[in-house]
């Protein structure tokens, strides 16, 4: 039972444009979702969180949005970059109905910012 | 500098035989994690502890043990029992469960 989806495996971006990652969830006890970064060989790198109270969290040329009753988080990056080019997986974590607080992962998509 | 530590960074290793992967942190995090992660797929998560001297499984346990007698040090052990040893293992750490988790830079074991 895959709580946290990433259904597109990948994407390919050209330098300068938006780069939108998705990701969907199945849980409603989640309330705190993340985005991490990840190169070959490499362990993943934090990048922006969201809170359920908030929908919308910015950091530079990165932004999460959450839309809670489609049970949905999306990744802007703007403008995209070559150095973008890696696997960016999403997480949630929550309390309750048997969740201890843990990160659960999506699958992952593999960005390509094309030069 | 603070952070997490894994070595080794790369381990081959022989069918039947048992391997630890060690994990080290200064960052005075209460809670740590071993993921895995394979081929084209994301992360899974394998044993976590929220405080010393207690740990939990995750969703793939199977075939792998954990101890956690220091708040700073929480290895891996590999065993025999585990059918597909070879993939990529991380481990992390957070400030507590539920908090941002953060990675170590992963250890690569292929099992010959």
């Known amino acids: 039972d895959q709580q946290v989806k990433q259904n597109s495996p990948s994407l390919s971006v050209q330098e300068g444009r938006i780069s939108i990652l998705n990701c969907d969830y199945t849980?409603?006890?989640?309330?705190?979702f993340l985005w991490y970064k990840k190169y070959p060989a490499e362990g993943p790198t934090f990048l922006i969180s969201i809170s359920s109270i908030k929908d919308k969290n910015e950091d530079g040329r990165f932004t999460v949005f959450l839309n809670k009753s489609a049970k949905h988080l999306s990744l802007h990056i703007v403008p995209s970059q070559p150095g973008d080019s890696a696997v960016y997986f999403c997480?949630?974590?929550?309390w309750g109905s048997g969740n201890t607080g843990k990160l659960i992962f999506g699958q992952g998509t593999t960005l390509q910012v094309k030069p | 500098d603070g952070g997490i530590t894994q070595s080794p960074k790369y381990l081959f290793r022989k069918e039947g035989q048992n391997v630890t992967l060690s994990c080290e942190q200064n960052?005075?995090?209460?809670?740590m994690y071993w993921y895995r992660q394979d081929p084209g797929q994301g992360l899974r998560l394998i044993y976590y502890s929220q405080i010393v001297n207690d740990f939990q499984k995750g969703d793939i346990a199977e075939g792998y043990s954990v101890s956690r007698e220091k708040k700073e040090s929480f290895p891996l052990t590999v065993t025999s029992a585990q059918k597909n040893p070879t993939a990529f293992y991380l481990c992390?750490?957070?400030?507590?469960?539920?908090?941002?988790?953060?990675f170590g830079e992963g250890s690569w074991l292929t099992v010959v």
């Open positions: 849980n409603s006890m989640f309330d705190y």
């Open positions: 997480a949630a974590s929550g």
């Open positions: 960052l005075n995090h209460d809670a």
């Open positions: 992390a750490s957070s400030i507590g469960a539920g908090n941002t988790i953060y």
